[in-house]
């Protein structure tokens, strides 16, 4: 809340539009982890390939309260629905690849983690953000104008 003219509720207004947002690409990539996974591969790895979608959510959501200006309206309009979602997969990637890069050559990356570099494929991200954008962008057609 570094901008003195915003008011705590136009403030927390924000930030809870974001997490809503965040919610709704956090569903879209667990859809993504139930269809991609093998369901005989159990439950733990599709938990394990969630853990890079819920630490981007919480990124984003910090994002949204440290800077302001990223979220500047406090209802859902055209930009957001693009520009949340992006943001969303870059944050996952990043978390992604920094959780199943190895440092050196002696170090491996754990195997449960294997599921994890899903994220950092493009045939994961193409379609998971396509998917995040038409829902996101559902509300927002439908809204009466005003």
Do not use: H, Y
Request: hydrophobic share 55%.
């Amino acid at each position: 809340m570094s901008d003195p003219k915003i008011s705590p509720a136009d403030f927390t207004d924000r930030v809870m539009l974001t997490l809503g947002c965040c919610v709704i690409c956090l569903l879209v990539a667990l859809v993504w982890a139930v269809r991609c996974i093998p369901v005989e591969d159990g439950l733990l790895p599709r938990l394990v390939s969630l853990c890079s979608p819920v630490a981007a959510c919480g990124a984003v959501a910090l994002l949204a309260a440290m800077v302001p200006s990223f979220v500047p309206f406090s209802r859902l309009r055209a930009p957001l629905n693009v520009t949340i979602p992006i943001v969303w997969g870059l944050m996952n990637w990043l978390i992604a690849s920094a959780l199943t890069t190895a440092e050196s050559s002696t170090s491996r990356v754990p195997p449960v983690l294997a599921v994890v570099a899903n994220w950092t494929e493009v045939g994961t991200f193409l379609p998971v953000g396509l998917a995040q954008f038409g829902l996101l962008t559902i509300p927002i057609a439908f809204r009466r104008k005003e």
